[in-house]
């Protein structure tokens, strides 16, 4: 039983916003004592470089514990950290920024890495670790069932399918800071993603409209139900047609749609997958 499991039992429970504000609290506990650490000045500039920030050493706050101390190490970290606290998808993605542009020792680099995982793991926010040749990305979770079953192991299984987890990923990096201006370009990405799919799992390089009549012979060979694969091939008809009206050549997603289309988007290369997987094995 854990501090928050404590406080549950309690009936003091901790809500969703109260996680996210203990998570950055703890992250700027750490980088507030990381003075042990080695943040050199052009690791510093590369951090303020990706997130758009003026290197100006000089405009640095000083700590409230050290006002006459120069900051050491991490400490230079939480000036930057701290401008982006007031929406925690933000904070995230500044953090993930810092993490890939640590060129630390590797034994630091690791231990930061592990310190920022336990601060999630112990305000019991769900996430998924995305990695790629960008570095590591940390990603909330919906709905863990969901996540795993339509996003994690689907991501997972694209390893032999290279174009198609480069596109899934990309489509996950900027699902994470999701607005009402970039929803349509997400849902695309999301759409790419599975025309990707089909052209490395069929053949060809055909629209992704232009599978469906492929995508319901395949699952009639495989022995999937007419029932079954009849609704399978009108999601993907609707998916398609949604895709083209509203994202691909009009700029009319909603964000508030785009959790449903990431799934889906998973739910169809899922079940190919496992399909494929089956017939591998007889």
């Avoid at 549950?8 to 700027?28: C, M, P, T, V, Y």
């Avoid at 305000?123 to 996003?151: N, T, Y």
């Avoid at 994202?247 to 496992?274: C, F, P, V, W």
Wanted: hydrophobic share 35%.
């Amino acid at each position: 039983m854990d501090w928050l499991d404590y406080r549950q039992a309690l009936g003091l429970s901790f809500n969703d916003d109260q996680k996210k504000n203990l998570f950055i609290k703890r992250i700027e506990v750490f980088m507030r004592s990381g003075k042990r650490y080695s943040f050199t000045e052009r690791d510093e500039i590369a951090f303020a470089y990706m997130i758009g920030e003026t290197y100006l050493p000089s405009d640095r706050e000083p700590l409230a514990f050290c006002l006459d101390e120069e900051l050491v190490g991490l400490q230079k970290v939480w000036p930057y950290l701290k401008k982006h606290t007031d929406n925690f998808l933000d904070f995230l993605a500044t953090l993930v920024a810092f993490i890939n542009t640590y060129k630390g020792k590797n034994s630091d680099k690791i231990a930061v890495f592990s310190a920022i995982k336990g601060a999630l793991n112990d305000c019991h926010i769900d996430f998924e670790i995305v990695k790629d040749s960008d570095g590591d990305f940390i990603f909330p979770k919906g709905a863990k069932e969901l996540d795993d079953a339509l996003v994690s192991e689907p991501l997972d299984w694209l390893a032999d399918y290279s174009e198609s987890r480069k596109a899934f990923v990309k489509a996950l990096k900027e699902y994470s800071e999701t607005t009402s201006d970039n929803a349509s370009d997400i849902a695309d990405k999301f759409r790419k993603t599975l025309e990707n799919f089909f052209q490395e799992f069929f053949g060809g390089n055909k629209s992704l409209e232009n599978y469906k009549n492929t995508y319901g012979t395949y699952l009639k060979s495989q022995g999937v139900p007419k029932e079954v694969s009849g609704n399978f091939e009108t999601l993907l008809q609707a998916y398609t047609s949604f895709m083209n009206n509203y994202a691909k050549h009009r700029d009319a997603t909603s964000n508030r749609l785009l959790e449903y289309l990431m799934y889906q988007t998973g739910n169809i290369i899922r079940l190919l997958i496992t399909l494929k997987q089956g017939e591998d094995k007889q």
